[in-house]
Each structure stands twice: as structure tokens, then as C-alpha cells.
């Protein structure tokens, strides 16, 4: 049946829409899941549905614009693989009419339903609000614990359509309460008076994590939590006056600050920045792969992110570790090995391992990242989903062919074939990645503020540039030119642009 289905295995369960100017899509659509649905009618059959058994979703973006005389577009591909044995995730709190007061804490609760194990591993979740009815979002809180339960401060704006979603934390799941929040701002003088900022400190670096720690922060009612900063980004929120922060690369350089907030909404300026270069850490050594033999067939091309690497080489094995990509914890990545044979085509079989934990082997579950049986097709394709619990730094990749049959282990020697080894950069999330020392720029302005088409970043010439939503989601990226972005295609509101480790609000008209 073409119907969407909870129980169908395979085929499509979600529909394509008519197009819109907003580069987000929920499955199933907002207005499904602010009804408490996981399914979306259509006129006659159901044309969206949410799967309860395991299964793999093939996906496509397609992004076109309206140049008239002739259009452009592009797409990308997503593999998103259902875990039948955690879930369903849902929000179990406010479900029906609720009136609450503004500034006022509210406690969130949910069904952590498997998400923190069961290969979905989401250890954390963030908590966001919405106060028309789930056409924007804001962040309430981030990072914090997936235990199913957290107290938060309702933000003293009045609303009758405002909504809670809790999501897994760099992760695609989430849910929605299922009913309105009524909002009466709080009675008598609204407290408009920020605290004060901390005195931050960093300790005990390692080369993967360090403990940061505060003092100082007071207000004029009373200090209830502080969000913490890595460069321009929100990584935690936390009541205590400290915070470990993790998966951190060695001998790297990053930097903190810390800003306190009060139940109503105000904060603080950020603390002083602590700047901390973490250990250089054990080196890592991988066990040695090889064929004895490529004088009939090894690898000629291998595409993964931005490597785009073809080899001449015909020792057994080739070291490209100099050749590098960035890749994301939770994106799926569109991966061509094309084969050289030097006379007869011959079925080669190929394995692709990464060492996602970064423990110098790929003997892990899961480090078997791909794999194809023997066939003569050129280029064999496929596509790798960076997994969500990956851990964040420099990393190998080991692509190996072997006539035949499908490499059996990702170390030793065998007779014809090749391997080869890549390096990946494995980043968290679309919210800012780190940079050296050397990068860093100290301040900018954007002009003019609002802006219709172009914006201009003052002290920059050609930096990388990330522009957010007000919800933290990456809506756009690039390099500026002299110094300067073109945001015509942005929707009218507010964003965010992160250049360096430096962010600047700015509104498009």
C-alpha cells in the first residue's frame, strides 16, 4: 500500500509538500505533533507516519530558488535508521490547558523511553519554548541530563499559545506537549535588573576535558543557574557553580565564559574569558593493512565529505592521512570508491572502518562503518552516518578492496587488493567548531542592523561565517566576501552570525 504506515518496514511513510521558504521540516508536520499525533491524514489515506518497528528512512533535501530565465537547485541525501527497541520518546507534562506565571519555575517531564542507550545514546536533551503556538523556538535550557524530569524558568512574557519541546541533545527526536500554555506576565515591577557577572576559572585540564568553576555572580533577587560558553557557544546550563566539559581534542586551544541568570529571564554579561590549551595526550598508533598484490586491481578514487582523493600509488598500502574532512555527529555523508583494474574487471568487495572513539583501533561495535560485497560496479556508492556519540576530534578512516570478498578484519595482509587511510574531523554540532589561538578575532559589528540584502562584519575579510536562528539551528554558512554576507534568501526575523568565536544578533528585513 502507498498509505504511510507506523508498521511498514520499507517504502515511504512521509510525503513530499509543497515547497516553502523556511530551510526546516519536521516529520510529521508541527501541526501533527502539536496535536499529540504521530500521524499526518491526508484527503483519503494517511500520508505521514512516524515508525514504531526498525527500519531505514532514505531522505532528500532539495533547495531550488526562483531566478527567473532559469532556476537553480541542489540537493543532499540523509539516511536516518529507526530503532525499534527505544521510544517513543514524549512529553508527558502540560498536556492539557495550563496558566502559569511568567518568571515562575515549571517542572518538564518526559518519557526517556531507551534514548539513552539502545544505540541512540542520547545522554542529554535540551528544553526549548515556543510562544506562538510552534512556529519559532528558543532555548530554555541545554545539556541537560535525559532523566526524564527538569525544572525551568518560564520566560514573564504573556502568551496563550505558548509550548514546550524537549529534544535529544545534537540529536533529531523530539517531542512537543500536546496543548497550549496560557502565560500571565508577573504581577507588580517586572525585575529588569541582570546579575552580575562571574569570576570564572578553569582546573585539572586533561587532554580531553577540563573543570570549570565560578564565584562573584549576585542579583538583586537571587541567582538561579548560569549558562555556559564555548567561544560563541552554548554547550551546558547548570544551577552548581561549576561544570566539567568533555570530548575536547588534544593539544588544542579553546575558550570559555560563563554568564548567571535570574527566574526572570535577565543575564548577566559574560565572566572574564579563560582560555585553556588541553594536553597533548597519548599517541595513537593503529595496526599496519595491506594487499601483496595490486599489479590487477586497487583503489583509483575515494570521495567522503570534501576528500576527493585519486591515487596513482601501487604499494598495498597508502597513507592519505594528510587528506582530511570534516564530518558531523548525526549527519550522513555520500561516500564513491571507483576501482582500477589494469585489464580484466574482477568482483572486488570493500570495508570502510572509523575509529569513532578515537582508542586507536577499529575493533569497536559500529567502527565497521560500510561495507560492499564483491561486484565489478564503478564507482561502488554508499552513504555513513557519523553517529551521535562520536567522539568529537581527529580520527582515522581505513578504506580497504579485496578481490573478491569483503575484508574480514580491518588489520594484517591479504593478497589483491589496497587500503588506504584518511583522517576525519568529527565536530558535534551545527553550533560552532574550535579554533586555534591564531583565528580568533576579538570583536565585530554588523552593519547595517536591520538589513535587507547585504551585511557587512567589521574587522573581517574572507572568515568563515555561520548564521543561526534564534533557536540555535544553522541556517546558513560560508565565506564572507570582503567582508561582507549576502542575506536576501534569509526570511525576515532575528539570527544570529558567528564569525570566529564571536556571535552578533542581527535582523533581517
Known sequence: SSAASATKATGPTFRSWTPQTTPVRYFPRMASVLAGATTTAGSEITVEALSNVARTYNFRFTVRDNRAGGSGNNSDDAVITVNGTAGPFSVSSQNTATTVTGGTSQTVTWNVAGTTANGVNAANVDILWSTDGGNTWTTLLAGTPNDGTQAVTIPNT????????????????????????????????????????????????????????????????????????????????????????????????????????DAAGNASVSSNTVSVTTLAGTAVSYCSASANNTADERIGNVTFGSINNTSTGTA?????????????????????????????KYNEAYAVYIDYNRDGDFADSGELAWSKTGSTTSPVTGSITIPSTATVGTTRMRVMMQYSSVPTSSCGTYTYGQVEDYTLNIVSSGRGNILDTKDMITDIRVYPNPAKDILNISNTTNEDYKIFDMGGKLINSGKLERGAVNVSGLIKGAYMIQIGEISKRFIKN
Request: proline letters at 3%.
Open 316 to 344: 598495498g598500502y597508502e597513507n592519505f592521512t594528510s587528506v582530511s574532512t570534516n564530518v558531523t555527529r548525526g549527519s550522513a555523508y555520500s561516500l564513491s570508491i571507483t576501482p582500477v583494474w589494469t585489464s580484466t
Open 158 to 261: 504573556s502568551t496563550t499559545t505558548g509550548r514546550i519541546m524537549v529534544k535529544g541533545s545534537n540529536h533529531i527526536f523530539f517531542d512537543v506537549n500536546n496543548a497550549n500554555i496560557t502565560v500571565n506576565a508577573g504581577s507588580g515591577t517586572s525585575d529588569t535588573t541582570a546579575p552580575t557577572a562571574p569570576t570564572l576559572a578553569a582546573s585539572g585540564t586533561t587532554s580531553t576535558s577540563t573543570n570549570l568553576s565560578w564565584s562573584g555572580a549576585t542579583d538583586n533577587v537571587g541567582v538561579t543557574g548560569y549558562d555556559v560558553y564555548q567561544g560563541a557557544s552554548l554547550i551546558g546550563s547548570t544551577a552548581s557553580t561549576s561544570y566539567t566539559v568533555s570530548s575536547l581534542s588534544p593539544s588544542t586551544t579553546y575558550s570559555f565564559t560563563v554568564r548567571a541568570k
